[in-house]
T-cell receptor
Framework: GEEVAQTPKHLVRGEGQKAKLYCAPI?????VFWYQQVLKNEFKFLIS????????ETGMPKERFSAKCLPNSPCSLEIQATKLEDSAVYFC???????????FGSGTRLTVV | ELKVEQNPLFLSMQEGKNYTIYCNYS?????LYWYRQDPGKSLESLFV?????AVKQEGRLMASLDTKARLSTLHITAAVHDLSATYFC????????????FGGGTRLMVKP
């Protein structure tokens, strides 16, 4: 498809519960990125993939966050033992070639209560 | 660590007026992107600027990049209400495509 599909749109978790978010990149796009948007405007880079390989993971809080992009499956971002401060909108983006920029999905709003 | 600063953070303007949003960044980069975000929505790609002196225009918006000054501008000509949104610039800090660092956004309100 021609859009980056993120599911679910909304996710509510109690503190300490696991959250798993999914992202299907545009077909043919080999780069996938995850960003966290907090406080309405601030974007934080989490991790990027080139195909199924981690490209850059410098933004990942490694103790609770993990991500995968496996062949023939949506990419996923998993948060173990969620905390209140994990509440944010998580955006996935994909790119065919970096000269064309990035296409963002519509985001998953995670609320931790 | 790369810092990307936008100003102003908030801009209220009348329809028909012109204004410029500024994006300054703190490290060498040749790749800068502008996005628009409507409330509760995703990011819409506006411009991809990939070299010093790059200038792109789409409708009432024009973006430019000066890599020596580490500055990009987004110029709005004869603003209309439909341009009301939050605008973000984002910089590729390594010119490697592995990540983007975003500015804090400029919230634009265009009043009739």
């Amino acid at each position: 498809g021609e859009e980056v599909a993120q599911t679910p749109k909304h996710l509510v978790r109690g503190e300490g519960q696991k959250a798993k978010l999914y992202c299907a990149p545009i077909k043919g796009h080999s780069y996938v990125f995850w960003y966290q948007q907090v406080l309405k405007n601030e974007f934080k880079f989490l991790i990027s993939f080139q195909n199924e390989n981690v490209f850059d993971e410098t933004g990942m809080p490694k103790e609770r966050f993990s991500a995968k992009c496996l062949p023939n499956s949506p990419c996923s971002l998993e948060i173990q033992a969620t905390k209140l401060e994990d509440s944010a909108v998580y955006f996935c983006a994909s790119s065919q070639s970096l000269v064309y920029g990035y296409t963002f999905g519509s985001g998953t709003r995670l609320t931790v209560v | 660590e790369l810092k990307v600063e936008q100003n102003p953070l908030f801009l209220s303007m009348q329809e028909g007026k012109n204004y410029t949003i500024y994006c300054n960044y703190s490290t060498t980069s040749d790749r800068l992107y502008w996005y628009r975000q409507d409330p509760g929505k995703s990011l819409e790609s506006l411009f991809v600027l990939l070299s010093n002196g790059a200038v792109k225009q789409e409708g009432r918006l024009m973006a430019s990049l000066d890599t020596k000054a580490r500055l990009s501008t987004l110029h709005i000509t004869a603003a209309v209400h439909d341009l009301s949104a939050t605008y973000f610039c984002a910089v590729d800090p390594n010119n490697a495509g592995n990540m983007l660092t975003f500015g804090g956004g400029t919230r634009l309100m265009v009043k009739p």
